[in-house]
């Protein structure tokens, strides 16, 4: 039992470049989402998927696509890299999507833009 | 808009110190308070939580702190040790099933415990 894998651990991108962050589970979760990190914010919500073909915003969506085609993968997509998406990227899941679930982060994704 | 602030942004404690981190919150829904405790290349993981019905939660050596009617709430670490040595991010949350798991997060304090 792996819990939530992400993949790749470090990337570096040039600005207006596009990449797939992946995440995958495999504790049948149901509510996957992610996070970016910055110093000094914690955690802020990007997107999240509450089942299988179902997403929707987070607090901070601008720049990033998500889609959700099985229950255990939630890749996040950048279209076109920016220096402000420098930071590191949390997938978590929960069982369900019940607020006071805890929450299984993977152990991030470190991302440059150049 | 940050609904949950956190201080201090960082604390240094020795061994067997009691370092106490600080939350406070704005939204009245909230009713649900998770902390996360993070280690340095590695993601969150959740510590202990409480809901906002009980005043005060102990597991093991860390305690969390409610007050309702001030919105805040504190974790404490009694007899720390190295190995507490982490970032705690504190976090609020709707516990109903419509919230679909949006965590609002703190902004982090890093927590150095010396030998």
């Known amino acids: 039992n792996a819990g939530v894998t992400q993949t790749p651990k470090f990337q570096v991108l040039k600005t207006g470049q596009s990449m797939t962050l992946q995440c995958a589970q495999d504790m049948n979760h149901e509510y996957m989402s992610w996070y970016r990190q910055d110093p000094g914010m914690g955690l802020r919500l990007i997107h999240y998927?509450?089942?299988?073909?179902?997403?929707d915003q987070g607090e901070v969506p601008n720049g990033y696509n998500v889609s959700r085609s099985t229950t255990e993968d939630f890749p996040l997509r950048l279209l076109s890299a920016a220096p402000s998406q420098t930071s590191v990227y949390f997938c978590a899941s929960s069982y369900d999507r019940a607020g006071d679930q805890p929450q299984h982060f993977g152990d991030g994704t470190r991302l440059s833009i150049l | 808009q940050q609904q949950v602030k956190q201080s201090p942004q960082s604390l240094i404690v020795q061994k067997g110190g009691i370092p106490i981190i600080n939350c406070a919150y704005e939204n009245t829904a909230f009713d649900y308070f998770p902390w996360y405790q993070q280690f340095p290349g590695k993601g969150p993981a959740l510590l202990i939580a409480i809901r906002p019905d009980v005043s005060e939660k102990k597991e093991g050596r860390f305690t969390i702190s409610f007050n309702k009617s001030a919105k805040q709430f504190s974790l404490h670490i009694m007899d720390s040790q190295p190995g507490d040595s982490a970032t705690y991010f504190c976090a609020a949350s709707k516990a109903g099933g419509t919230s679909y798991g949006k965590l609002t997060f703190g902004q982090g304090t890093i927590l150095t415990v010396h030998p």
């Open positions: 998927s509450v089942g299988a073909g179902i997403t």
